[in-house]
């Protein structure tokens, strides 16, 4: 299984240094699907710029498949998600913590 990334220019070249595949976004959604459609993608790191679009679209793919495993990270300028890491592993793990 592969690990990818999603992010901006910067970000896609600090884990490319890492042997890590990434795409740098043009359209989020449409690259996000080529991701999803690879089913040899066990991880896919996420530019955390990306969350409030990730959320509306596909929230409801993360709980009902497992792989691949989708993981947020912090964005090169800065953070965006607002939301609590309570509230966010709430709604990951499908429990209430």
């Not at 991880?43 to 955390?48: G, M, T």
Request: proline share 2%; charged share 25%.
């Amino acid at each position: 299984m592969k690990i990818v990334l999603l992010g901006n220019r910067e970000e896609c070249l600090g884990f490319s240094l890492c042997g890590i595949e990434t795409v740098k976004v043009g359209n989020f959604e449409e690259d996000f699907l080529k991701v999803l459609k690879d089913k040899n993608t066990g991880l896919v790191i996420i530019a955390d710029r990306y969350y409030e679009t990730f959320k509306l679209k596909f929230s409801n793919y993360t709980k009902k498949n497992a792989l691949p495993a989708i993981v947020f990270i912090p964005s090169f300028e800065k953070t965006y998600i607002q939301e609590s890491i309570k509230g966010y592993l709430s709604n990951v793990l499908g429990i209430r913590l």
